[in-house]
């Protein structure tokens, strides 16, 4: 049976009413759906038993009462798992058209301008160029700083996710009480905009999730906004309060979830990652940094060492006018991040630098010789002289995407103001 097109559910179990009938003790009656979302094939868990999945190339995965996005090809089983020749093994394979993504997509793709509007071009070029380096570069081990400077200070003229949930004028909550893996709801309930950072992480809900790309949603609005799991092993409630953590996905996972997003724009009109490979950067952080967790969740990774990031934070300091940094771990320069007011920075400073410091950890031992200045200088060069393409915004302004095989990320404009900009070397 081909899913997608006119067919966007595929339903398997015991009932009659399922479009795969299977006849095993184990299977409910209603034991699993593969749904067609957003360019992406889900399938979720709704049994007493489980269900086995296993991926080409991957290890074999249990799930239950939760979902996952499906890759390549691989084999299903409802209730337990595959012996020999299961007859009750169901197998699968993701064969998905460019074409009919586009296709699926064309009622609600947001507007692409063929190349970004000259005011979008100059502004982001004007902004990177009106910014000084500052002559004090910071140092922490393998890690460095360049900060960026300002002219003055700006007012934001927004509320940050943090600000708006410490005043209680801003929910998240999943889509529906079913939830759905890609995606949450955000209702800004004061009258000013709030802003929410790429890579923010949020928890309760059903999972974790860290949110896909910077969005500006204006006051009294509600709004579905696209975001990555980033806890693999729960689907369910949590008791624990919906809200951010206070960390950032750590930047290199950021950088190719990054472009994940950008493919997704330019292929299907939505703003998703790869939730796999999303699953699987952090599995290998996990091993790396030798963490465990029983739900696979990001945030118990930065818990477990906590320590070792707060040596790195308590080095690094957020300057005067400071509105931006470009960032270096042992010898090569890794990315830049770059706010349109220094408070919003300084509010995001730590966050960022524990972001980098989780990279910086796995080179701690490698000797190098660290990036000059003008490194960094050639780097925002780069940034400027790389293609973009803009669509128009989930919430206020305009998404700007980098589209440059060596660089990846994207820019949020609104108000006339570069209001975030985060780039990444992928050379």
Known sequence: MVLGGSIQKFRMGRSPCNELIVNQKLASRKHAVIEFQHGQFILTDYSRNGTYLTMENEARTFIQSWSVTLSQQGIINLGRKAVGQDPGIIRYQVVLALAEIQRQAEGNRPELYSTVPENAMDLIDRTLTQLTFSPTVQRFRNLMVFPLLAEESVQPGYLTLDQALRQKVARISEVSERGTVPELQFENLSDAPVLLVDGEEVVGMKQNRIINLSILIS?????????????????????????????????????????????????????????????????????????????????????????????????????????????????????????????????????????????????????????QPEAAQQFLQRIRNAPRQSYLALGEGEDVRFMEDTVSGGALIADGRVVHLAAFDCA
């Open 219 to 371: 006051g009294r609005q509600t709004r579905e906004i696209p975001v990555s799991c980033v806890e693999q092993g729960r689907w369910s409630h949590s008791p624990r309060r919906n809200g951010a953590t206070g960390h950032q996905h750590y930047a290199r996972a950021r950088a190719r979830k990054a472009e994940q997003v950008s493919n997704s724009l330019t292929g299907s009109g939505t703003r998703y990652s790869n939730q796999g490979e999303i699953w699987r950067d952090i599995d290998e952080k996990f091993t790396t940094l030798q963490g465990h967790s029983r739900t696979g969740a990001m945030t118990d990774l930065y818990e477990q060492v906590a320590d070792r990031l707060e040596s790195y934070d308590s080095a690094f300091y957020p300057q005067p006018f400071q509105v931006g940094a470009v960032f270096a771990i042992a010898d090569r320069i890794v990315g830049v991040e770059c706010f349109d007011s220094d408070q919003t920075f300084a509010g995001f400073f730590s966050k960022l630098i524990e972001s980098y410091a989780m990279d910086a950890l796995e080179q701690e031992s490698v000797e190098s010789v660290a990036p």
